[in-house]
């Protein structure tokens, strides 16, 4: 039988396993060692962030509407989003939680938060930027955003509605924030040092350099940089050791997961494991090794939404290891990591694109799915 007889009697789920990419060990892609329940719809949902002590949850929309969700699924607006340029790529965007502040109480009053999203500029030019701001809360569903400022922007702003990035994490201790910031689809910024496109920068909690930064003694916004060379890294979290990890959207194959380190080049547009999407090609790492090489990259690719590394108890055969939401794989990719290197173990198939993906505070795994009237999917194990 012909490979193309083969697959047309195979499956639907046999065949998307077949397009995937590589072959992974451990689980058949098929099996499902969860269940999955809808917790709730949003309206083009891109991040999600939980408040462990409240296990209240903030779902940001990408038209510009930010959301509450309690425990019992109840949700409510959150007035005081700033303007965003919504289009293409941009729109409000990551939304995460201060390490510290704030009370433990029944609402979310006075914890404060930070949002990134797509700004306008002059000569229909837009960026991405990062506010602060806390919340301000006169009940359980009634809660605004209070003096909120921004503290970091791309720089330039320049045109196009793509590659904003924009992902926040702070680092295990609360001391720096790290922000993913878009090379803009203008490729050549991510190797110069005088803009912050195309780089992951390192900031103090009010948006100001960090000290001890890889070009410190250089003027801003070179002082802020952490590594560069980058594309659209769309997924940033520490693991237990306090290793930072981002995963980025190549160009036309290529996605790569990277273990970032401070002052390092990860070489985008010098190389890849793509090529550009109207043909060109792009010289493949090995033929730069001054160049930092991905721990694991993807081609065809994965085209993640999100990414975390797990470190519940509900899954233990997980624990440590990395579980991201992919967009055109419409899948959960599960990975392990083996110190500078990384390797996929399974995929999960889900009926829809994958935009973020976070632990929940009783470990179980949350899902947002992407697009128009999104669910909200919890994922238990499942019963034996």
Known sequence: MTLNKLLAVLSPLAVLTASCGPAASGENAGDRPFTVRAIGRFDHPWAIAIDAPTGIALVTEQPGKLVLRLPDGRTAPVPGTPRVDYGGQGGLGDVIFAPQGGTAGPTLDGRVIYLSWAEAGAGDKRGAAVGRGKLACTGPLSCRIDTLSVIWRQVPKVSGR??????????????????????????????????????????????????????????????????????????????????????????????????????????????????????????????????????????????????????????????????????????????????????????????????????????????????????????TPAAN
């Open 162 to 379: 793509g590659h904003y990035s924009h992902r926040l994490a702070f680092s295990p201790d609360g001391r720096f924030l790290f922000v993913s910031s878009g090379e803009r689809q203008k490729f050549t910024p991510a190797q110069a040092l005088d803009t912050n496109l195309g780089k992951i920068v390192r900031l103090l909690p009010d948006g100001t350099a960090a000290p001890g930064n890889p070009f410190a003694d250089r003027p801003a916004p070179a002082n802020q940089i952490w590594s560069y060379g980058h594309r659209n890294v769309l997924g940033l979290a520490f693991d237990a050791a306090g290793q930072l990890w981002g995963l980025e959207h190549g160009p036309a194959g290529g996605d790569e997961l990277n273990r970032i380190e401070p002052g390092k080049n990860y070489g985008w547009p010098l190389v890849s494991g793509g090529d550009n999407y109207d043909g060109p090609p792009i010289p493949r790492h090995p033929t730069r090794p001054d160049l930092a090489a991905p721990a694991l990259e993807w081609n065809p690719v994965i085209a993640p939404g999100d990414m975390m590394i797990y470190s519940g108890t509900r899954f233990l055969a997980w624990r440590g290891q990395m579980l991201i939401a992919g967009l055109k794989t419409q899948a959960m990719i599960r990975v392990s990591l083996h110190g500078t290197t990384a390797r996929e173990e399974a995929r999960y198939p889900f009926p829809n694109r994958l935009r973020d993906i976070i632990e929940a505070p009783d470990g179980a795994i949350w899902l947002l799915e992407d697009g128009p009237d999104a669910r909200l999917l919890r994922l």
